[in-house]
């Protein structure tokens, strides 16, 4: 039993000693403390990330598909501008950060999320084969499936 639990420990330790702290500050994305991106807020539904030499490379949208009282009918698209792939999705747990809509929160969950994944390296850059894999992940073809 003692040896279990220190297996446990060992491995908790290692995950904690592991993470990336990812902070958004000053409009800078912080990946432990060094920016490898910018950040603009469009509104509090849209932000767009850039490289450290301004050039664009990824956008989040919301959207409450016209019913703001309604919310099982909302969702979000990550628009990676260079590979020209939308990804849609209505799983808002991988993004919202806590009660209530902190967008700047909400984005820092968003880039642990793509870091994670492998989509943003820890330079800052698209990974374009990430991005497929992504893509088949996590893409739910909303506008596909909605009559308009």
Do not use: H
């Amino acid at each position: 039993m003692k040896k279990i639990t220190m297996v446990m420990l060992l491995v908790l330790g290692t995950a904690f000693v592991n993470a990336q702290k990812i902070e958004i500050k000053d409009d800078n994305v912080l990946l432990d403390g060094k920016a490898i991106l910018k950040s603009e807020k469009i509104n509090t539904f849209q932000y767009s990330f850039y490289t450290l030499d301004d050039n664009e490379i990824l956008m989040f949208r919301m959207f409450d598909n016209e019913t703001p009282q309604y919310q099982a009918d909302d969702y979000y698209v990550i628009n990676f501008i260079d590979q020209r792939v939308k990804v849609q999705c209505t799983d808002f747990s991988r993004i919202v950060s806590g009660l209530g809509m902190n967008s700047k929160k909400n984005m820092e969950k968003l880039m642990t999320w793509l870091l994670k994944e492998k989509v943003i390296t820890p330079e800052g850059k698209v990974n374009p084969d990430k991005v497929g894999v992504f893509f088949d992940k996590y893409d739910e073809k909303i506008l596909e499936r909605t009559v308009r």
